[in-house]
């Protein structure tokens, strides 16, 4: 069983964007204005036309990731797109469906509106340029050349999506199902391509192909969204589990959602990458359940955060996978950790020790602080690959408890 949860604030899960009564009247609106250019003017304008109201939908029903990313279905209708119309026509459909679909989602926000244009605009070119380059040379009188034409599209489509994740720093798009949702969006989008106008003529099934091939991109929507759901009922164990010790008077009330939210925030000013801040406030959650289980006849003083971790590595290592949260408390309990893990670990183990100290006690802020700067557990403990131990770690702690003790004095 591998214990994980959706992190409830900055690296929270969003959801799917919520359908409102503005959105049904956006899309119906997209919709009777591609039927009437459709009707009236026919053709490859006509067929575009009814392919970006198409897009519009899929803009706004997406595939569902863990860590809370999601890819939208018009990713597969770039490819029939590419089939019917130019360059232009790709930067001028892609780029009003996106705008429209911003204008109903929520939260609403120009930046990322922005963004989401160039990202994908740059998506539909590069589909557009392989299927474009490959029939320039080869022709689309064969099938074989045909799906060729297609499938490089398709391929330039997933190269690009993984450079624009790359770039965002989003390392966990793998791992949280990224590829295999791209893949079968792509293979819809083929389908959707090849059945638009058949093969030299034969076998088209015209604008029919789009919304009879989107069953493949709907059921991986489907099948994400069950994993969904089962990783919500995982959010709500683990939420329970995290409150046990507290129950149990092992530690004080809130103590896991406030090593949480301190780690989330020594995560942020030590930018790390998404997938990793999710680790990190799983691991965050779970760290003091072992403590339930120390015998009270054998503990004469409250242990440490590094026995409380030890007691919870014990609870975890024979049921999760040693990596990700699990790697993390192990790191904590004075276990290898594997490079890629070692800024989370440290931020996860000063983040305790602090918090242990603290108590949840603005007044105690600074004493709490100036015990973890001078604590052996600091400076002898838990050092990083590079050698610079926890220097990082104390400097983004307090640079955070300066900034809640000066919101605090505001307040």
Aim: glycine letters at 12%; aromatic letters at 4%.
């Amino acid at each position: 069983m591998n214990l994980s949860v959706s992190p409830p604030r900055r690296v929270s899960d969003p959801g799917a964007p919520e359908l409102r009564l503005d959105v049904a009247i956006v899309v119906a609106a997209a919709w009777l204005l591609a039927v009437a250019v459709a009707v009236r003017v026919g053709g490859g304008w006509g067929e575009t036309a009814v392919i970006g109201a198409w897009m519009l939908v899929g803009e706004l029903l997406t595939v569902q990731l863990d860590e809370g990313d999601a890819i939208p279905l018009s990713h597969g209708l770039m490819l029939p797109l590419a089939v019917v119309t130019g360059a232009a026509g790709v930067v001028l459909v892609v780029g009003s469906i996106v705008l429209l679909a911003a204008a109903v989602q929520t939260p609403r926000s120009l930046r990322r509106a922005a963004t989401g244009v160039v990202m994908r605009v740059v998506s539909a070119l590069a589909a557009w340029g392989a299927y474009r380059g490959v029939v320039g040379v080869t022709g689309v009188h064969r099938p074989a050349t045909a799906l060729a034409a297609l499938v490089a599209a398709g391929a330039a489509l997933l190269v690009v999506e993984v450079i624009i994740r790359r770039l965002h720093d989003e390392s966990s798009f793998g791992r949280a199902g990224g590829y295999t949702a791209v893949l079968a969006i792509g293979a819809s989008g083929i389908l959707m391509a090849l059945g638009l106008h058949g093969v030299d003529g034969r076998g088209a099934m015209g604008l029919w192909a789009i919304p009879v091939f989107a069953v493949p991109a709907l059921s991986a929507r489907w099948a994400f969204g069950r994993l969904h759901a089962i990783r919500r009922t995982y959010d709500q164990t683990v939420q329970v589990l995290s409150v046990v010790p507290e129950m149990g008077g092992r530690v004080r009330p809130g103590h896991s959602r406030r090593v949480a939210d301190l780690a989330l925030d020594m995560a942020d000013l030590l930018e790390v990458p998404r997938g990793g801040a999710v680790d990190l406030e799983r691991a965050a959650l779970l760290h003091a359940l072992g403590s339930v289980t120390l015998d009270d006849g054998q503990v004469q003083v409250m242990p440490t955060p590094e026995e409380v971790a030890t007691a919870t590595f014990g609870v975890l290592r024979d049921e999760t996978r040693m990596s990700g949260p699990a790697g993390l408390v192990a790191g904590m309990a004075g276990e290898p950790v594997a490079a890629d893990d070692q800024l989370a670990a440290d931020i996860l183990r000063v983040a305790a020790a602090y918090e242990t100290f603290a108590g949840g006690d603005p007044a105690r802020a600074r004493s709490a602080f100036g015990a973890l700067a001078g604590s052996p557990a600091t400076s002898a403990r838990g050092r990083s690959a590079s050698g610079r131990g926890d220097h990082r770690v104390l400097a983004a702690l307090a640079r955070v408890v300066a900034r809640r003790s000066a919101v605090g004095a505001r307040g």
